[in-house]
């Protein structure tokens, strides 16, 4: 399988604290995402970084990209109860059929 | 703004029955996708689309069949069923970038 890892797997911060994940992948890259599932729904597309990118920002996302160490990672600054979820990273290694999820991180955001 | 719809949103199955789940867009995405979700598995893509009338395997397609007749629709099929295909499934579409997803339909094969 070339499904990429998220760590750590569970992640409880109180609120207001950032909260950072971390995603490795396998393949070369075209791209790579990052996906928000609240419990028992389905997963909502927050950002997407490409190869010849390092850093992007959206509100209080922060996604940085290493292709060199095939890492990123996402930061949540100021969390709130609110982004109770879990996380996923998506990388797309060749065309739009081409992307693999990752186990996910559970965070928990203690108000 | 409907994005993607699945339906059933949950189903019982007895092991050997079949049934369809349907995925409708109206995003006019040419990209169409079925995942399953499993503990501890993260999403795993059964069966792809790039375009009405065309269909492609993923990494665990069997045991399913797919159709894509019109550019909306996706059709995911279980000719029969097994307790293996108990799972969360997730229809999917794109147009460029990042994936919209349906909010999942609830299989249960007992």
């Known amino acids: 399988s070339q499904q990429g890892e998220e760590d750590p797997q569970a992640l409880s911060i109180q609120e207001g604290e950032n909260a950072t994940m971390n995603c490795s992948y396998k393949t070369s890259i075209n791209n790579l995402q990052w996906y928000r599932q609240n419990s028992g729904r389905g997963l909502v597309h927050l950002i997407l970084?490409?190869?010849?990118?390092r850093e992007k920002h959206s509100g209080r996302l922060r996604v940085t990209l290493d292709t060199s160490k095939k890492s990123s990672s996402l930061l949540i600054t100021a969390s709130r109860a609110a982004d109770t979820a879990s996380y996923f990273c998506?990388?797309?290694?060749?065309?739009?059929?081409?992307?693999?999820f990752g186990t996910g991180t559970k965070l928990q955001v203690i108000p | 703004n409907a994005g993607v719809t699945q339906t059933p949103k949950f189903r019982v199955l007895k092991t050997g029955q079949s049934m369809t789940l349907l995925c409708a867009q109206d995003?006019?995405?040419?990209?169409m996708y079925w995942y399953r979700q499993d503990p501890g598995m993260g999403l795993r893509l059964i069966h792809y689309s790039v375009g009405e009338g065309t269909t492609a395997k993923g990494e665990v397609p069997d045991g399913y069949n797919v159709s894509r007749l019109k550019k909306q629709n996706f059709l995911l099929g279980l000719e029969s069923a097994a307790p293996s295909q108990t799972s969360v499934y997730f229809c999917?579409?794109?147009?460029?970038?990042?994936?919209?997803f349906g909010s999942g339909t609830r299989l249960t094969i007992v």
């Open positions: 999917a579409s794109s147009l460029s970038g990042g994936y919209t």
């Open positions: 995003m006019n995405h040419e990209y």
């Open positions: 970084i490409r190869s010849n990118e």
């Open positions: 998506a990388e797309n290694s060749g065309g739009y059929q081409k992307v693999t």
